[in-house]
């Protein structure tokens, strides 16, 4: 039985691999991207609650973390709209890291009332599909990113889920950047090399940061 959680709620996760979906309902139809975009990301942190690597952020331009033990999955389209996944093997983690947060974004409004994101719980091998819980996400007007719960590490290397619900208005940047990813040092491109395809060509010594392109200010 699926089990519906609030924000503050906590629950015991009784198996090992833990798939987490971030489903939403697009608002309008047609062949054009989804609106809205959201997108599900992980951060693994240590006691002290930051990464211990850029490794340690798993989201869509680095879609699986060095051990392969948490990984993104493709975004996909069914019945119930869109939904994007994050799977973690979370009983052969390494004992250095204490939380595995879980990282909603938006790219602009997250148009909650209309599209209803929400983050479900699964058993990677129950074979019904079923969800154990389910956790409505509710972020503010001007919120772009929050923190849609995290996974606990707890005696005996077991684990919960722990449902939190902080927004940030800065975007998944400013959600990133308490947990110590921080943006790497950028330069502009250079004038002088010729565009092509209608397209300015990258300095050959810009640097993305690690987070991705939509990182830049």
């Given at each position: 039985m699926t089990r519906a959680l609030e924000k503050g709620a906590t629950?015991?996760?009784?198996?090992?691999?833990?798939?987490?979906?971030?489903?939403?309902?697009?608002?309008?139809?047609?062949?054009?991207?989804?609106?809205?975009?959201?997108d599900l990301s992980a951060l693994l942190v240590d006691a002290g609650g930051r990464v211990r690597s850029e490794g340690d952020f798993i989201f869509y331009n680095q879609p699986r973390h060095?051990?392969?033990?948490?990984?993104?999955?493709?975004?996909?389209r069914d019945a119930e709209g869109l939904r994007d996944t994050v799977e973690a093997e979370l009983t052969r983690l390494d004992a250095t890291v204490r939380r595995v947060v879980l990282a909603v974004s938006a790219d602009g409004d997250f148009r909650a009332a209309a599209?209803?994101?929400?983050?479900?719980?699964?058993?990677?091998?129950?074979?019904?599909?079923?969800?154990?819980?389910?956790l409505p996400l509710a972020p503010l007007r001007r919120e772009t990113a929050l923190v849609g719960g995290e996974l606990v590490r707890v005696a005996g290397n077991g684990w919960e889920f722990r449902a939190s619900g902080g927004g940030y208005p800065g975007g998944l940047i400013a959600l990133a950047a308490?947990?110590?990813?921080?943006?790497?040092?950028?330069?502009?491109?250079?004038?002088?090399r010729p565009p092509a395809y209608g397209y300015p060509q990258p300095d050959p010594a810009f640097t993305l940061p690690p987070q991705g392109p939509q990182f830049l200010p």
């Open positions: 629950i015991h996760l009784p198996f090992g691999v833990l798939r987490v979906v971030l489903r939403w309902t697009p608002i309008g139809r047609g062949s054009g991207p989804a609106v809205p975009d959201l060095p051990t392969g033990l948490v990984r993104r999955l493709p975004k996909r599209s209803r994101p929400r983050l479900a719980l699964h058993d990677a091998a129950a074979a019904d599909g079923a969800p154990l819980a389910v308490d947990f110590g990813i921080t943006a790497a040092n950028r330069r502009a491109p250079d004038p002088r």
